[in-house]
């Protein structure tokens, strides 16, 4: 059963997609005088508490940008630490999410991911495929403008093979079904954890009229009340979307 929101504070803007940032999970760790890898098995304990909170205040979509394609460049250990996390949280939870209706998604490459992290990254989503009270999007292998290319070579490749007759017929809302998250809508909250202020190659037309929250807690840090002072951010800001209001 879904939680009921706090009463400390009411969400009454409309906000259907959270992206997150997971960051700062190294530096966490160093700080404790723990090996970089430690972060990242604390920062799968959090997902699981902020997608609880996501759903107190019916927030149905949640994108969380676990392993970009930029972060092969990091050490063989810390990413073969990485992916034991990942796999080790899809076990422990995918029955609690199948439970409750979410459906997981997986947007980025997986054709790079090693063998066993892929299979029991596409055995959740396979099983969890015809839920659609809730979504948890993980970005693996994710790069934003590597989305964007794959989009435009899907849709080139069907302008050449016939399948797609007219290329006037692509536009804003028909490219985006091209993209990994095809059926979602556009990023409303954008939140990076541990001070750093860029969106890394996340999510880059998804967020193109997303609120940024930048926060300086690290991620494995990040509780209820730090995603709930990020709504109160994103609830006093005036959405404007290229036009005026309220001036």
């Given at each position: ?8 504070f ?17 530096r966490?760790?160093k ?12 920062a799968?304990k ?9 759903r ?8 969380f ?21 990942l ?19 997986i ?15 596409l ?19 994710y ?6 290319v794959?989009?435009?070579?899907k ?93």
């Amino acid at each position: 059963m879904k939680k009921k929101a706090s009463s400390e504070f009411a969400l009454t803007k409309k906000c259907d997609h959270v992206a997150f940032i997971m960051d700062g999970n190294g530096r966490w760790a160093k700080l404790r005088g723990l090996p970089r890898f430690y972060g990242h098995h604390e920062a799968c304990k959090r997902i699981i508490e902020i997608f609880e909170t996501c759903r107190e205040f019916n927030i149905k979509y949640m994108s969380f940008y676990a392993f970009s394609t930029e972060n092969w460049n990091r050490p063989q250990d810390e990413i073969d630490h990485l992916m034991d996390y990942l796999e080790e949280f899809f076990r422990k939870e995918i029955g609690y999410l199948d439970s409750i209706g979410t459906q997981i998604r997986i947007s980025g490459d997986l054709s790079r991911i090693r063998p066993q992290t892929r299979e029991v990254c596409l055995n959740a989503v396979s099983r969890t495929q015809g839920n659609s009270n809730w979504v948890i999007n993980v970005c693996l292998n994710y790069g934003g403008r590597d989305d964007i290319v794959r989009a435009c070579k899907k849709i080139a490749a069907e302008y050449k093979e016939g399948a797609l007759a007219d290329l006037s017929a692509i536009n804003e809302s028909t490219f985006s079904e091209y993209l990994y998250t095809s059926g979602m809508p556009d990023v409303d909250l954008m939140i990076r954890t541990s001070g750093e202020e860029r969106l890394s190659n996340f999510l880059l037309y998804q967020n193109a009229y997303a609120e940024f929250v930048f926060t300086p807690v690290k991620w494995p840090d990040f509780r209820r009340s730090d995603l709930i002072d990020c709504l109160k951010t994103f609830q006093d800001r005036n959405r404007r979307y290229g036009g005026l209001k309220n001036e």
